[in-house]
């Protein structure tokens, strides 16, 4: 029997306005990116 290894990853991308947290962001303006990586998702399956 062959077991194939698959992952799942997980890559989270924020954006936000550089005026304020609660302000929204628009097209055509300046923003913010926030990004921490690639994250492996841990899953137990039998």
């Not at 290894?5 to 962001?25: C, F, H, T």
């Not at 303006?29 to 137990?44: A, D, H, S």
């Amino acid at each position: 029997m062959h077991r194939k290894r698959a992952q799942s990853l997980y890559a989270g991308v924020g954006i936000g306005n550089p005026k304020g947290d609660e302000l929204p962001v628009y097209l055509n303006e300046e923003y913010l990116i926030e990004y921490n990586g690639i994250q492996v998702i841990e899953t137990n399956l039998n």
